[in-house]
T-cell receptor, first 113, second 111 residues
Framework: DGGITQSPKYLFRKEGQNVTLSCEQN?????MYWYRQDPGQGLRLIYYSQIVNDFQKGDIAEGYSVSREKKESFPLTVTSAQKNPTAFYLC????????????FGDGTRLSIL | RKEVEQDPGPFNVPEGATVAFNCTYSNSASQSFFWYRQDCRKEPKLLMS???SGNEDGRFTAQLNRASQYISLLIRDSKLSDSATYLCVVNNGSSASKIIFGSGTRLSIRP
């Protein structure tokens, strides 16, 4: 089955620790995205990548980093500089190009220990 | 004014009812629009794309009103399983930074 896989489902971060969230897709999509969702809020864009080895900051990139070494993979690192990391993190992908809908993975819930 | 606005609800309607909600957008140059549904603590799932004058998929109808800059979602013969949050998404261009998500409208269907 084609889809987007995020892992882990739940993650706990200690103070001063960096953690990495995995996102893998087998849809052959060019574009991949990371969003953050807080309770009762809309999705906010953290980073996106429209092609391998290239990515751009979204609206709330501070305290996060990404890489896009392979088309299938777009991991997100939440660094210790992100002071309020508790949220629901969603990875998405799309065919790319203009006006294409995004498809989402099932998310990772990150909490502070 | 927010770029994309939705009535947060909740809309609480009986099973079998017809329910409609709107989403307004501020950028008159917006070209494509989508409705997603999001269940509690789950990821958003694409429900419908709304491209030109609107489209229908079974019990769901999406309409686009460019003059008034809103899209609507109509659900007929509502089912208990329709209970979810419905997200409006507006895509203003080819960059991901131009994809704007509404905060969602909560719908609860009661037996």
């Amino acid at each position: 089955d084609g889809g987007i896989t995020q892992s882990p489902k739940y993650l706990f971060r200690k103070e001063g620790q960096n953690v990495t969230l995995s996102c893998e897709q087998n849809l052959n999509h060019d574009a991949m995205y990371w969003y953050r969702q807080d309770p009762g809020q809309g999705l906010r864009l953290i980073y996106y990548s429209q092609i391998v080895n290239d990515f751009q900051k979204g609206d709330i990139a501070e305290g996060y980093s990404v890489s896009r070494e392979k088309k299938e993979s777009f991991p997100l690192t939440v660094t210790s500089a992100q002071k309020n990391p508790t949220a629901f993190y969603l990875c998405a992908s799309s065919i790319g190009g203009d006006y294409q809908p995004q498809h989402f993975g099932d998310g990772t819930r990150l909490s502070i220990l | 004014r927010k770029e994309v606005e939705q009535d947060p609800g909740p809309f609480n309607v009986p099973e079998g009812a017809t329910v409609a909600f709107n989403c307004t957008y501020s950028n008159s140059a917006s070209q494509s629009f989508f409705w997603y549904r999001q269940d509690c603590r789950k990821e958003p799932k694409l429900l419908m794309s709304v491209y030109s004058s609107g489209n229908e998929d079974g019990r769901f109808t999406a309409q686009l009103n460019r003059a008034s800059q809103y899209i609507s979602l109509l659900i007929r013969d509502s089912k208990l399983s329709d209970s979810a949050t419905y997200l409006c998404v507006v895509n203003n261009g080819s960059s991901a930074s131009k994809i704007i998500f509404g905060s969602g409208t909560r719908l609860s269907i009661r037996p």
